[in-house]
């Protein structure tokens, strides 16, 4: 393995590392449930990508043979982590907020945690 | 009969790739049993997508992956400087209103994706109709100004992609 590699590899390994180590870090100092929300969201695809890509650059070297699985799994992460942030975010909202905490929607009907959606009329 | 085989041409399409992409090494073999599984699962899962959204300009899909993936890592690299450089009294959280344009529940389902994973948002909640997003932002200034960017950004692109 050459030396650009090898560094490549360290490089986003190191950087991925950073990531990881500050979005755990924003978990535990942010205030309330919906700012941390954003630390493992954001800080943390950064650092399990740096990873994959360490891996990918890694077995290419080793093997001359590409691996897909790590675009797998980055493209999985993508799709289900907001998932997974909408789920808490509307659990907590549920629980510990009122609706008129939030702003208006400007809507004809208010937010679905709290209002009924308008009546089917036809399908579309 | 080709319709009948293959009614949902975009999934069936996106599980031979996914699953050869699983067994990692393309053989004869593993192609057809991808094609096997690309023809048996739309059949199975038909009735969770009644009205599948047309994509009008496949070739938008790209830019719009590439956009996002670059404000991803934006976005990263942002937040982790609001979490280390900021203290807790300094962050203003701000609760943003976006009216949408997009009607296709597959676009918004998008579009909310999108949010979450870029710079310092996170999509909570729809309006009960389907008609605005509530969005929670870390820490923000210009409450209207990142509304406007998400509008010009994301649902502009969607909408000529869906639509």
């Known amino acids: ?124 | 009969m080709l319709r009948r085989l293959i009614p949902h041409p975009l999934l069936s399409l996106a599980l031979v790739f996914v699953w050869l992409g699983l067994v990692n090494k393309f053989t004869l073999g593993n192609l057809i049993l991808g094609v096997v599984f690309a023809v048996i699962i739309p059949m199975l899962t038909a009735p969770y997508w009644p009205d599948r959204p047309k994509i009008a300009k496949p070739l938008r899909v790209i830019e719009y992956v590439l956009v996002v993936l670059w404000d991803i890592v934006v976005a990263n690299v942002q937040v982790a400087a609001i979490i280390l450089f900021r203290s807790n009294p300094d962050i203003r959280s701000h609760w943003i209103v976006v009216p949408l344009e997009l009607t296709s529940a597959e676009a918004i389902t998008v579009l909310a994706g999108t949010i979450t994973m870029t710079p310092g948002t996170v999509s909570a909640m729809l309006a009960a109709d389907g008609g605005s997003i509530l969005v929670h932002c870390l820490h923000i200034d210009d409450p209207d100004g990142v509304r406007d960017e998400i509008k010009s950004r994301y649902e502009r692109r969607l909408k000529e992609i869906f639509q």
């Open chain 1, 1 to 124: 393995m050459s030396f650009v590699t090898e560094l490549l590899i360290a490089i986003s390994l190191v950087v991925s590392g950073v990531f990881g180590l500050v979005g755990s870090y924003g978990l535990v100092k942010l205030q309330d449930s919906l700012q941390r929300l954003h630390a493992p969201t954001k800080a943390t695809t950064l650092g399990v990508g740096g990873v994959l890509i360490a891996s990918m650059l890694y077995f290419f070297a080793k093997t001359d043979h590409l691996s897909i699985h790590e675009l797998l799994i980055t493209v999985f992460l993508l799709l289900t982590a907001p998932i997974t942030a909408n789920f808490i975010a509307k659990t907590y909202m549920a629980r510990n907020l009122k609706e008129s905490d939030l702003p208006d929607s400007q809507s004809s009907c208010g937010w679905s945690v709290f209002d009924e959606p308008p009546e089917q009329t036809a399908d579309k």
